[in-house]
């Protein structure tokens, strides 16, 4: 039998909002939403076609000058190394890609740090943003690397005051702005490519405002193409860049980062990813709607989801968190939208996942989503089944149907190292209260899986990245809500969910 008729027809979009309650509760929803849907798909495929040619090195005159303004200053801050050592970290973080904790003298690695951070500070915002990358990766980097730029997402400096309400005023107009009836010029929040504010609208919703910079576009394609530049020369002369594809990595990036400055695709974003979780059932889990005529590409007004920060969850909330709950509840909808709806949130770090004062979960920032075509959502189904069951053949044969292996990789050895790392894992148990097998532990082991398949040629997708990236996320969020949880018992449980909601699909 063929995937495709194995395969469950991925529900449409539109259909799915027709019937949603989610959407229907404010109005005018759902006439933006679908409007969106049929004009948006296009444009961001332009956009992915534009950051190629963006991360692809050139000599032309663009490039020269976007080289001359920024890369000089970038270089002269902190040197050739320091851009090796910032795009590299940041390219191990985007393709999952553990940084190695041994064999590296303490001192020295700090030192690297140190003159990455300097580097990132004399970029601009592109090398802000790189820097965040870094700084949500804790259990993939080293905790010096992490605690280095954590002030990429605290210490970005605000707009200046009234700024915010004059970009939101001049792009949807003065009689729209007046539909608010407060806003704190105060942001809760400032970021590399935005800040986010507090509102109130006339009827009484409290919301968020999410502004991006002045200019940023522009800057951002320019030090795009900078970079390029520069990590082409850094190639050139580091082996360690060669290896790590610093340049493949500046693609990826472009591809990222141009997608999530314009907001119209973060509103989409949220209504997809909204939709398929009310279809799943996951009524435990509440996403903003975002708010019809205050979606632009520089401004995107939503509603304001409750919640604190899930490592700050017991100390707020203590009396309503169930942590085995919530771990279940998030493997279970990350996997759904990811293998059923071919769409899912792709950055779930500490500060995107929200427990609220229910025990239930708040998403927010949907500015990078993955999205798996039809035919490689049955090939993950089947491959995280062959995990489960420890059919080491079928993930051999499936990591190929995946586009992940060669076709002349040498599949019986690949077989036999899954098998190994594969039980060494089980052995290990994985419980973040246990610091000899904790959160470091999986992130390591998982690293040592991949480090496998890489030497036998495997290529990880863009969309693959992100879904592997969240699952080291998922260990994150399981370490704060449930340190006692053992993630790799949660396995069978979880498989045994999708066997009975889709018997077709993983018998």
Request: charged fraction near 25%.
């Amino acid at each position: 039998m063929s995937l495709e008729t194995l395969l469950p027809p991925r529900p449409d979009s539109e259909a799915l909002l027709a019937r949603s309650e989610w959407a229907a509760a404010r109005p005018d929803l759902a006439e933006d939403a679908s409007r969106w849907m049929r004009t948006l798909p296009a444009e961001r495929e332009a956009l992915a076609r534009r950051a190629v040619r963006l991360a692809r090195p050139s000599a032309d005159p663009a490039s020269l000058l976007a080289l001359a303004r920024t890369g000089l200053r970038v270089l002269d801050a902190a040197g050739p190394e320091a851009l090796g050592d910032l795009v590299g970290v940041a390219g191990r973080v985007l393709r999952f890609v553990p940084v190695p904790r041994a064999g590296d003298d303490d001192h020295r690695r700090a030192e690297r740090v140190q003159q990455a951070e300097r580097l990132v500070r004399a970029g601009g915002p592109v090398y802000v943003k790189l820097g965040q990358f870094i700084a949500t990766a804790r259990g993939l980097l080293p905790d010096v690397w992490v605690d280095g730029f954590g002030w990429c997402r605290d210490e970005v400096p605000p707009l200046p005051t009234g700024a915010a309400e004059q970009i939101i005023e001049r792009t949807v107009g003065r009689s729209t702005f007046e539909r608010f009836r407060s806003f704190d010029p105060e942001p809760l929040a400032a970021a590399s490519i935005a800040q986010v504010h507090a509102a109130t609208l006339a009827d009484g919703s409290d919301v968020v405002a999410k502004v991006r910079r002045p200019g940023l576009r522009g800057q951002f394609e320019s030090d795009i193409r900078a970079l390029a530049l520069l990590s082409a020369a850094t190639e050139l002369v580091s082996a360690e860049a060669r290896i790590g594809n610093v340049s493949g990595f500046v693609e990826l990036f472009s591809s990222l980062v141009l997608e999530e400055i314009d907001f119209r695709f973060e509103a989409l974003n949220i209504v997809e990813l909204a939709l398929a979780s009310e279809d799943a059932g996951h009524g435990s889990v509440r996403y903003p709607r975002p708010i019809p005529g205050l979606v632009a590409p520089r401004v995107l007004v939503m509603e304001r989801v409750p919640g604190v920060r899930y490592t700050d969850a017991h100390e707020t909330y203590p009396e309503v968190v169930d942590g085995a709950r919530l771990v279940r509840l998030a493997i279970e909808a990350v996997l759904e939208h990811t293998l059923v709806y071919g769409v899912f949130h792709g950055d779930l770090h500490a500060g995107n996942v929200l427990v609220d004062e229910r025990g239930d979960l708040s998403l927010v920032d949907f500015g990078i989503v993955g999205r798996l075509p039809n035919e490689r959502r049955v090939a993950l189904v089947r491959f995280l089944a062959a995990q489960a069951m420890g059919d080491f053949d079928a993930q051999v044969e499936l990591l190929h149907e995946l586009g992940a292996l060669p076709a002349d990789a040498e599949r019986h050895e690949v077989r036999q190292k899954l098998a190994e790392q594969t039980e060494h894992m089980r052995q290990a148990g994985y419980r973040a209260a246990d610091g000899s097998a904790g959160f470091d532990a999986l992130a390591a082991d998982f690293g040592e899986t991949l480090g496998l398949l890489r030497r036998a040629g495997y290529r990880l997708p863009k969309e693959l990245v992100l879904f592997f990236k969240n699952l080291l996320y998922l260990n994150g969020f399981a370490a704060a809500v449930a340190p006692e949880l053992n993630l790799v018992d949660e396995i069978l449980p979880v498989f045994a969910y999708f066997a009975e909601k889709y018997p077709t699909v993983v018998s």
